[in-house]
């Protein structure tokens, strides 16, 4: 019973590292790969090296998941990325996923060992484009993997396994529902059958909706200082200075406001309709050939406000009016000095008339793949397979308009005397300025084709301790990516937009990989297993010259009680299309204090405020300090200028892990994994934003050598004029931290059930150094919040402490688990700052149940006490920031599934039945696939519910279990 209980704890420990729960696949007269994320050697019992935290269906299953936002977002490892709240963010609608705060193109995502298909500029996928349904597990693996999977798996891998071998047929509707307003919803069908004996298909589709939430519908949202220009406008007569205008409401007034608040309107959360359609299949065509292969279709329609905000277009402009405007009242006419019968005035008001600015993206994201393999020996296989992907968006960008017509004519000026500009709410201003843009279609193309060689030398000869695991083979990626732009975006011919570039590029790598484990020691005191394994990766590319990466690792089992493991890596990520093939494009700099997703990247100036370098300031003509407004639109009058180098190198780095593993015998059910870890990147491409380039000038290295100070420059009169932000190869990312996870199932008499869980899982950093250039002092970010310390700014909180706890009742058919999450508390990048961030926890209470082999139904509360996200005064969007903490508050989520199971084959062809009950236990032991659920005393009643199983047929599983090891076993199910 406590080798049965053990692997009930493992299989639903969320994050427990365990590379056995990986698919073991077919029997070995079959051809399907054992699927161990961290490595290409397919051997039956391997453990891997490097930390892997998995997530499993069950607990997929608990957090009422629609996307993998709904349960990724719960992950230590992962930080904030890209999610639905990320307003005014260049993904427009998309999940993106990050690792360790290393920045989203240094996270490689996988589905089934193979690159997902990217999205955009960047090198990172939109995992929207995978649906929750058909998750089997999720392996997060963190220490880098460059010398296994390439380039960009700098911080680690986030791969999905999908469920492949289902059969039957599942029906799921799902909902999530917020207490505040919002709601997620939506439904999924998966069928799953064999091909004769000799293959197996797996069709699934999902549907996704979730709504809009606007800030207005969350009081912790409420931005007071979030303003425009008036919406009813503010004129001066400018021949007299006489100035008027009208109120929120309508009303004339002589002393108008110069501002007003819509910001209750501004999006909070994207909503999103997605449908996703995928089949995954196999199929024998002789003994030693499996063809195989997947087919994946999304659709995903968004809506987000782009890089500019939601902030609705303005103008302030000098226009004649005639003196016969239909418009003019008595009023307004009392104001105006005509001359010629026209009067000259100022125009400054917001053009809320055309409304928020939006973008309302399509993408289509494709991926179809097919490949054979098959055993070449009966200890090696061959895989070779090839994937074409292609992403494509489109994106109507609405609430804005063209500032001048074909001819040149301000269009405006053209319309005051036709079209009423006075007061709030003039209908007629959207018709005759409003103009829907076409703006930032992109596409993205992938191609990938590869071989691989993998097994055993045992036929050849083995060492001593075993034979040698190896793996080798040859890979081809080419990418193409282009963006194309409306004529006005180009030529920056719109009231919000500024100018945008059109742009398109490729690469391609040839590579040459292998892997070798080499078996050292066994069964030896203090050394029951000893390995040392590596890895080295050949990539030639076109565009960056020859990389060489590589993996050394080690394994060395103590005892039954403890193993240790360790790697050192050397990674590369090459840059992205953004970085080295795109053009330059450019926003208001004056945007960086009106969108609040841009806000962080500018702190005002030291100068004027009194934290800068007097000496410095007075070299480069700044203001007197408390002369001028420094955080006002007005002060910032030039452009925010960004874009692609083409003269860019790939990054280089190196990543350590050391860790051990606890699974005490004496102490049945626990176990406990420690891993160190440090990332070291060197030539890290990025970009110095304004705060970063001000401060260093201003206030932490005020020399008149800092080359940073020309990156942000000056007017005549001291103010900001442009800022420069392309991308270069800067400094060093340099981290350091533990991941811990652990589990404990425990059989206390006095409770009803199957027993209790407890799982841990979390991450403490204690060093993160960010270099901004080789020239300043690195900056310690641990524990920080703000663009300071954002690696690509993008994610803007950098805890040094994160973690998730459950506490789980096991019931024969059901559970019901209570979870912890906490952020520990992070304190301003700022120089000069001292606000911080509490440590903030929420708390989730789900269950799930099994009513009839058919009907199942899982539901949940999350963030049970409604934890509000915590407020920031500067630097955030909403007060807060979306990319890290929940926005939702409490959430209701259920979910109800009907299915059909057809019951699995559990014998190799050409096998005899086996005994009913034991053998199905006995094959769980030799796979080391955990279970959902108990066993029976005599495993009698053990049920199948995790997909098929069949033993290695060079182990006695075809009759009872034979002469099979059980410590081995109970081993390899630890593992």
């Not at 490097?50 to 629609?66: C, F, H, M, R």
């Not at 002589?254 to 299949?281: C, E, M, Q």
């Not at 001593?464 to 190896?470: E, H, T």
């Not at 992205?576 to 330059?584: K, L, P």
């Amino acid at each position: 019973m406590a080798i049965a209980a053990l692997a009930i704890a493992l299989s639903q420990a969320p994050g427990t590292a365990f590379a056995q729960a990986a698919d073991s696949g077919e029997d070995a007269n079959t051809t399907a790969d054992i699927v161990v994320t961290g490595t290409r050697i397919a051997v039956a019992g391997l453990t891997s090296s490097s930390p892997v935290a998995s997530t499993g269906e069950e607990q997929i299953k608990l957090q009422s998941a629609l996307t993998v936002e709904d349960f990724s977002t719960k992950l230590p490892q992962l930080s904030g990325g890209v999610r639905q709240g990320s307003q005014g963010s260049d993904a427009f609608g998309a999940q993106v996923l990050e690792l360790r705060n290393f920045g989203q193109s240094r996270s490689l995502v996988l589905i089934d060992g193979t690159r997902a298909t990217p999205f955009s500029f960047r090198n990172s996928a939109d995992v929207n484009a995978i649906p929750a349904s058909l998750i089997k597990r999720v392996d997060v693996l963190t220490g880098g993997a460059a010398a296994v999977y390439g380039a960009d798996a700098v911080a680690g891998v986030v791969n999905f396994i999908l469920n492949d071998d289902f059969e039957g047929i599942r029906g799921t509707a799902t909902s999530r529902l917020s207490e505040h307003g919002g709601a997620t919803y939506g439904g999924s069908i998966m069928m799953g059958t064999g091909l004769g004996d000799r293959g197996h298909i797996v069709i699934a589709a999902d549907y996704t909706q979730r709504d809009l939430i606007r800030s207005g519908q969350r009081d912790w949202a409420e931005t007071p200082n979030q303003t425009i220009p008036s919406i009813g406008g503010v004129f001066t007569d400018v021949a007299s200075g006489r100035k008027f205008g009208f109120t929120d409401s309508g009303d004339f007034t002589t002393s108008p406001s110069a501002t007003s608040n819509i910001s209750d309107r501004y999006p909070l959360v994207s909503p999103l309709k997605r449908i996703n359609v995928a089949a995954l299949f196999k199929y024998e065509i002789t003994p030693q050939v499996e063809v195989y292969g997947r087919a994946m279709y999304t659709n995903s329609r968004t809506e987000e406000t782009g890089t500019p905000g939601a902030t609705p277009a303005s103008v302030n402009r000098t226009v004649s009016i005639s003196e016969s405007n239909p418009y003019l009242t008595d009023d307004i006419r009392n104001q105006l000095t005509f001359v010629n019968g026209a009067a000259q005035v100022n125009v400054s008001r917001s053009l809320a008339e055309l409304g928020l600015i939006n973008y309302e993206t399509e993408r289509n994201t494709l991926q179809l793949q097919t490949g054979l393999r098959g055993p070449l020996t009966s200890a090696v296989k061959w895989n070779v397979y090839a994937q074409y992907g292609r992403s494509t968006e489109n994106t109507l960008i609405t609430g804005d308009g063209l500032v001048t017509s074909s001819t040149g004519a301000n269009n405006f000026a053209s319309i005051v005397n036709s079209v009423n500009i006075f007061g709030p709410n003039q209908t007629e201003l959207a018709d005759a300025l409003g103009s829907s843009i076409n703006g930032f279609n992109r596409k993205r193309d992938q191609f990938v084709t590869a071989a691989t060689l993998s097994g055993t030398l045992e036929e050849l000869f083995s060492l001593p301790a075993g034979p040698i695991g190896f793996a080798v083979g040859v890979e081809y990626r080419r990418e193409t990516a282009s963006i194309d732009q409306d004529t006005a975006l180009l030529t920056g011919n719109t009231y919000r937009q500024g100018v945008q570039a059109a742009y398109s590029g490729s690469f391609d790598v040839k590579e040459l990989y292998g892997e070798v484990l080499v078996p050292i020691l066994r069964d030896l005191p203090l050394i029951r297993k000893l390995d040392v394994g590596g890895a080295y990766r050949l990539s030639d590319y076109n565009m960056f010259g020859t990389h060489g990466t590589w993996k050394v690792e080690g394994n060395w089992e103590v005892d039954r009680n403890l193993r240790l493991r360790g790697t050192y890596q050397r990674v590369l990520r090459t840059p992205n299309f953004g970085e080295f093939a795109a053009s330059t494009s450019s926003l208001p700099f004056s945007n960086l204090v009106t969108v609040d997703r841009l806000k962080p990247r500018y702190g005002g100036d030291p100068c004027v405020l009194g934290t800068g370098d007097a000496a410095q300031c007075a070299r480069f003509g700044a203001p007197a300090v408390g002369s001028a407004d420094s955080t006002s639109a007005s002060y910032l009058t030039g452009n925010y200028y960004y874009g692609g180098n083409p003269d860019i190198k790939p990054e280089t780095g190196y990543t350590t892990t050391l860790g051990a593993v606890f699974t005490p015998t004496f102490l049945p059910g626990l176990n406990l994994t420690v891993d160190w870890y440090e990332l070291d990147l060197r030539g890290a491409v990025g970009v110095i934003q304004p705060i970063a380039a001000i401060t260093s000038c201003y206030v932490t290295n005020p020399t008149a050598s800092n080359p940073l100070c020309s990156l942000v420059t000056r007017n005549a009169d001291g103010t900001f004029k442009d800022a420069y932000v392309n991308n270069q190869n800067l400094g060093r990312l340099l981290q350091r931290g533990f991941d811990i996870s652990a589990s404990y199932t425990l059989h206390p008499a006095f409770l009803p059930g199957e027993g209790m869980r407890l799982s841990y899982q979390g991450n403490i950093v204690t060093s993160y150094l960010i270099q901004a250039n080789s020239t300043v002092s690195a900056v310690q970010c641990k524990g920080t919040f703000g663009a300071t310390c954002s690696s690509d700014g993008t994610t803007l909180v950098q805890p040094d402490y994160r973690h998730t706890v459950g506490l789980s009742w096991l019931f024969d058919k059901g559970v019901v688990q209570f979870d912890w999450q906490r952020i520990g508390k992070v304190r301003s990048s700022t120089v000069g700052s001292t606000e911080t961030i509490s440590a903030q926890n929420t708390f989730d209470l789900s269950a799930s149940y099994e009513f009839t082999d058919a009907i199942t139904f899982s539901a949940g509360v999350y963030n049970l006490f409604d934890k509000n996200p915590p407020y920031v005064s500067t630097g955030g969007v909403f007060n807060t920031f979306p990319d890290t903490y929940d926005i939702l508050g409490r959430t209701i989520g259920f979910s109800l599934t009907a299915q059909y199971l057809r019951k699995p084959t559990l014998r190799a062809p050409g096998q005899p039945p086996p005994p009913a009950g034991r053998p199905l236990f006995c094959k769980a032991l030799i796979t080391g696939i955990p279970f959902r659920a108990g066993f029976g005393d005599e495993f009698d009643d053990a049920p199948f519910l995790d997909g098929r199983l069949a033993g290695d047929s060079r182990l006695p599983a075809a009759a009872g279990c034979g002469g099979l090891d059980l410590h081995a076993a109970q081993d390899r199910i630890r593992a």
